[in-house]
């Protein structure tokens, strides 16, 4: 998933060529990031670097000799569909997880597709060369860092929304519920690990909202719908990683939820046992698609271009549930 030029702030200059090359986080989510070196006929790819809001990576240490660097960037799994658009200038290959590809016009297996955009860093006063990766919302790094924390609350089950980078009673309150309830110090919230902390509480059961498990081997993805009483609004797709939990960002208090989910290959390809689809899901017809949605029309799928899935319902009456997804 990479960033368009709308969603990122590059500063430009003509650099040396000697100096590291950093990426600065400045949006509102923690991210994986994947760079490109296009040297003359070779190109090579490596990746996952997570960047935490209002956090700086060293990406390329050394000399960089390159004709052009590419970036691709992605959120976090835990918030559900990625905002980063896929529109980038380049196709190049990444791997699910931790990765270094040496000719990577050329896909194997195990490997992807992924749009990158060509990026030109500027030089700092140090000798570094660093690009920064930004919302529309041009956060600095202590609104970066602020609006990253109200995104998890929210995701968590609190109420810190809006999401805006701006302190203030109501996110406090929220972050003070949140660290009570995991038995932490106020003082943690200063520690450089606290993003760590976060994303690893939100993929825990609660004992409020929706919970989804995976307990198979397999990378599960996600879908959920929700109904106001005037429309019912689908959404996807949420990544859960083998062995981790998340919470759907769901608003309100709904007495029921619609959940659909699917494990899949390092491909993104449907995993099938006995020629079935791993899959969870229900009896309710609702609209989705392949890549990430938002469908706030049910019915007629098909006419529109959209895939009609059969979603379970879950009863909310009584408090929080979760939904555990297990091999059969």
Not at 27 to 49: H, P, Q
Not at 54 to 67: K, N, S
Request: proline share 5%.
């Amino acid at each position: 998933m990479s960033l368009p030029a709308a969603l990122v702030s590059f500063l430009f200059s003509a650099a040396p060529a000697h100096a590291d090359l950093k990426l600065c986080n400045r949006m509102s989510y923690v991210i994986e990031a994947a760079i490109g070196i296009d040297d003359k006929a070779a190109t090579a790819t490596r990746g996952w670097f997570r960047i935490d809001p209002a956090t700086c990576r060293v990406v390329v240490q050394g000399a960089l000799t390159a004709d052009r660097v590419l970036l691709n960037a992605r959120a976090l799994g835990v918030y559900g569909a990625s905002p980063i658009p896929q529109n980038g200038t380049d196709t190049l290959c990444v791997a699910q997880d931790n990765f270094v590809i040496a000719a990577a016009r050329q896909c194997r297996s195990g490997q992807t597709p992924a749009q990158f955009t060509q990026i030109t860093p500027t030089q700092t006063d140090d000798g570094n060369l660093v690009a920064y990766l930004a919302e529309d919302s041009e956060y600095d790094d202590e609104q970066a860092r602020l609006a990253g924390i109200q995104r998890l609350l929210v995701i968590a089950g609190y109420d810190a929304a809006p999401i805006d980078g701006v302190d203030g009673p109501k996110t406090q309150s929220a972050l003070s519920a949140f660290l009570r309830s995991r038995g932490l110090a106020s003082d943690i919230v200063q520690s450089p690990n606290f993003f760590t902390t976060m994303v690893d509480a939100v993929q825990k059961p609660s004992p409020t909202g929706l919970t989804w498990c995976n307990d198979t081997p397999h990378k599960v993805m996600a879908a959920v719908a929700t109904d106001d009483g005037k429309v019912v609004t689908s959404r996807g797709w949420y990544g859960i990683d083998p062995g981790k939990c998340l919470h759907p960002d769901v608003t309100g208090t709904p007495k029921q939820i619609y959940s659909f989910a699917e494990a899949v290959d390092g491909d993104n390809r449907a995993i099938r046992i006995k020629d079935k689809p791993l899959n969870w899901g229900g009896g309710v017809q609702l609209c989705a698609r392949d890549s990430k949605f938002e469908v706030n029309e049910q019915g007629d799928c098909a006419t529109r271009g959209l895939t009609a899935l059969g979603f379970t319902t879950v009863d909310m009456t009584s408090g929080g549930k979760t939904l555990r997804f297990a091999v059969p």
